[in-house]
T-cell receptor, first 115, second 114 residues
Framework: GAGVSQSPSNKVTEKGKDVELRCDPI?????LYWYRQSLGQGLEFLIY????????KSGLPSDRFSAERTGGSVSTLTIQRTQQEDSAVYLC?????????????FGPGTRLTVL | GEDVEQSLFLSVREGDSSVINCTYT??????LYWYKQEPGAGLQLLTY?????DMKQDQRLTVLLNKKDKHLSLRIADTQTGDSAIYFC??????????????FGTGTRLLVSP
């Protein structure tokens, strides 16, 4: 596609349920990032994928969060046993690579609400 | 680690200039970015500046970098109502692993009134 797409755009779930958020990066982009944007806060880095390398998971807030990237393209962020504090907008970005000038292009985000 | 700070809110009148300020803590940050986020949309890259530059101009946008004070600003000339959005400052350093994490500020909400 022309840009990064994410689905669903909105997700409302009950506390304790699992959710899956999907990201389709720009075709050909080797790097993919997940961020979380909580109300009144900046973007918090969660996880990064680059090609076939092991992902950088240093930003994941707990072991309830995991992500995978299949075939070097689509990525899924999974949150298990959701908590109310998980409510946020989850943003995905992709970039051609990771050199200094490689710009990250962002998707529109998935707004997650945990009741 | 890196910390990026911005003021939360700025209100200007249409036609005025807007100046959004940002400070960062990691002097090794090599690239500094300005992103714009409109309601319900993702982040759109506006411009970026490399750390060996003092200024970058792109149409109505002027970025000033004071590396000594670790201060970055974004000036929007002739601000329009369509410029109303949240503006994020972000810094990117260098790691020997090659992965460079973007660290974002909390965003400045710009409100432009007619």
């Amino acid at each position: 596609g022309a840009g990064v797409s994410q689905s669903p755009s909105n997700k409302v779930t009950e506390k304790g349920k699992d959710v899956e958020l999907r990201c389709d990066p720009i075709s050909g982009h080797t790097a993919l990032y997940w961020y979380r944007q909580s109300l009144g806060q900046g973007l918090e880095f969660l996880i990064y994928f680059q090609g076939n390398s092991a992902p950088d998971k240093s930003g994941l807030p707990s072991d309830r969060f995991s992500a995978e990237r299949t075939g070097g393209s689509v990525s899924t962020l999974t949150i298990q046993r959701t908590q109310q504090e998980d409510s946020a907008v989850y943003l995905c970005a992709s970039s051609p690579g990771t050199s200094g000038t490689d710009t990250q292009y962002f998707g529109p985000g998935t707004r997650l609400t945990v009741l | 680690g890196e910390d990026v700070e911005q003021s939360l809110f700025l209100s200007v009148r249409e036609g005025d200039s807007s100046v959004i300020n940002c400070t960062y803590t990691d002097s090794s940050s090599t690239y500094l970015y300005w992103y714009k986020q409109e309601p319900g949309a993702g982040l759109q890259l506006l411009t970026y500046i490399f750390s060996n530059m003092d200024m970058k101009q792109d149409q109505r946008l002027t970025v000033l970098l004071n590396k000594k004070d670790k201060h970055l600003s974004l000036r929007i000339a002739d601000t329009q109502t369509g410029d109303s959005a949240i503006y994020f400052c972000a810094a990117k350093g260098w790691r020997d692993t090659g992965f460079q994490k973007l660290v974002f500020g909390t965003g400045t909400r710009l409100l432009v009134s007619p």
